[in-house]
Nanobody, 120 residues
Protein backbone atom coordinates (compact mmCIF):
# COMPACT_ATOMS: atom_id res chain seq x y z
CA UNK A 1 0.00 0.00 0.00
CA UNK A 2 1.06 3.58 -0.71
CA UNK A 3 0.10 6.37 1.65
CA UNK A 4 0.29 10.12 1.14
CA UNK A 5 0.53 12.81 3.80
CA UNK A 6 -0.04 16.43 2.86
CA UNK A 7 0.93 19.53 4.81
CA UNK A 8 1.32 23.27 4.41
CA UNK A 9 -2.11 24.72 3.82
CA UNK A 10 -3.56 27.65 5.72
CA UNK A 11 -4.85 31.20 5.61
CA UNK A 12 -2.84 33.84 3.79
CA UNK A 13 -3.46 37.37 2.60
CA UNK A 14 -3.59 38.20 -1.11
CA UNK A 15 -0.06 38.49 -2.47
CA UNK A 16 1.29 36.10 0.12
CA UNK A 17 2.98 32.73 -0.26
CA UNK A 18 2.48 29.17 0.90
CA UNK A 19 4.37 25.95 0.33
CA UNK A 20 2.55 22.63 0.19
CA UNK A 21 4.26 19.28 0.72
CA UNK A 22 3.13 15.73 0.00
CA UNK A 23 5.17 12.76 1.15
CA UNK A 24 4.58 9.25 -0.13
CA UNK A 25 5.44 6.13 1.82
CA UNK A 26 4.87 2.40 1.59
CA UNK A 27 5.61 -0.15 -1.09
CA UNK A 28 6.93 2.18 -3.78
CA UNK A 29 9.03 0.81 -6.61
CA UNK A 30 8.64 3.82 -8.86
CA UNK A 31 6.84 7.16 -9.07
CA UNK A 32 5.84 8.21 -12.56
CA UNK A 33 3.92 11.44 -12.08
CA UNK A 34 3.38 13.66 -9.06
CA UNK A 35 0.76 16.36 -9.23
CA UNK A 36 -1.37 18.89 -7.38
CA UNK A 37 -5.06 19.41 -7.99
CA UNK A 38 -7.52 21.76 -6.36
CA UNK A 39 -11.24 21.92 -5.86
CA UNK A 40 -13.00 25.11 -4.96
CA UNK A 41 -16.46 25.04 -3.43
CA UNK A 42 -19.03 24.17 -6.10
CA UNK A 43 -16.39 23.50 -8.74
CA UNK A 44 -14.86 20.39 -10.23
CA UNK A 45 -11.39 19.27 -9.24
CA UNK A 46 -8.80 20.71 -11.61
CA UNK A 47 -5.12 20.14 -12.30
CA UNK A 48 -2.85 22.82 -10.88
CA UNK A 49 0.59 21.42 -11.70
CA UNK A 50 2.32 18.12 -12.41
CA UNK A 51 5.87 16.85 -12.67
CA UNK A 52 7.12 13.65 -14.27
CA UNK A 53 9.94 11.40 -13.14
CA UNK A 54 12.11 13.10 -15.74
CA UNK A 55 11.38 16.54 -14.37
CA UNK A 56 8.98 17.77 -17.03
CA UNK A 57 6.36 20.10 -15.63
CA UNK A 58 2.87 21.19 -16.61
CA UNK A 59 0.88 24.08 -15.13
CA UNK A 60 -2.64 25.38 -15.36
CA UNK A 61 -2.68 28.71 -17.19
CA UNK A 62 -4.11 30.43 -14.12
CA UNK A 63 -1.03 29.67 -12.01
CA UNK A 64 1.80 29.98 -14.54
CA UNK A 65 4.49 32.33 -13.30
CA UNK A 66 3.16 32.21 -9.72
CA UNK A 67 3.34 28.54 -8.69
CA UNK A 68 6.27 26.13 -8.93
CA UNK A 69 6.15 22.37 -8.54
CA UNK A 70 9.22 20.36 -7.55
CA UNK A 71 10.03 16.91 -6.27
CA UNK A 72 12.61 15.23 -4.05
CA UNK A 73 13.01 11.73 -5.38
CA UNK A 74 15.05 10.58 -2.38
CA UNK A 75 12.20 11.54 -0.06
CA UNK A 76 9.33 10.59 -2.41
CA UNK A 77 7.99 14.08 -1.80
CA UNK A 78 6.41 16.66 -4.06
CA UNK A 79 6.17 20.36 -3.27
CA UNK A 80 4.05 23.23 -4.54
CA UNK A 81 5.45 26.70 -3.94
CA UNK A 82 2.63 29.20 -4.33
CA UNK A 83 3.50 32.88 -4.65
CA UNK A 84 1.43 35.99 -5.25
CA UNK A 85 -1.66 34.15 -4.09
CA UNK A 86 -5.06 35.47 -5.14
CA UNK A 87 -8.51 34.99 -3.60
CA UNK A 88 -9.44 32.79 -6.57
CA UNK A 89 -6.71 30.34 -5.49
CA UNK A 90 -8.83 29.47 -2.46
CA UNK A 91 -9.60 25.76 -2.59
CA UNK A 92 -8.81 22.37 -1.11
CA UNK A 93 -5.55 21.20 -2.63
CA UNK A 94 -4.93 17.50 -3.24
CA UNK A 95 -1.73 15.77 -4.22
CA UNK A 96 -1.82 12.82 -6.58
CA UNK A 97 0.94 10.31 -7.15
CA UNK A 98 1.03 7.54 -9.74
CA UNK A 99 3.58 4.81 -10.19
CA UNK A 100 4.26 1.18 -9.43
CA UNK A 101 4.27 -0.64 -6.13
CA UNK A 102 5.11 -4.13 -4.97
CA UNK A 103 5.07 -6.64 -7.80
CA UNK A 104 5.13 -3.67 -10.18
CA UNK A 105 1.42 -3.24 -9.74
CA UNK A 106 0.28 0.28 -10.71
CA UNK A 107 -1.10 2.65 -8.12
CA UNK A 108 -2.89 5.98 -8.24
CA UNK A 109 -3.17 7.64 -4.83
CA UNK A 110 -4.69 10.86 -3.55
CA UNK A 111 -3.74 12.85 -0.50
CA UNK A 112 -6.28 13.80 2.15
CA UNK A 113 -6.48 17.39 0.96
CA UNK A 114 -5.34 20.61 2.58
CA UNK A 115 -7.30 23.86 2.70
CA UNK A 116 -5.76 27.00 1.22
CA UNK A 117 -7.66 30.22 1.92
CA UNK A 118 -6.57 33.53 0.44
CA UNK A 119 -8.35 36.40 2.10
CA UNK A 120 -7.69 39.78 3.65
Amino acid sequence: QVQLVESGGGLVQPGGSLRLSCAASGSILSITVMGWYRQAFGNQRELVAAITSGGSTNYADSVKGRFAISRDNAKNTVYLQMNNLKPEDTAVYYCNIRGHGSGWSPYDRWGQGTQVTVSS
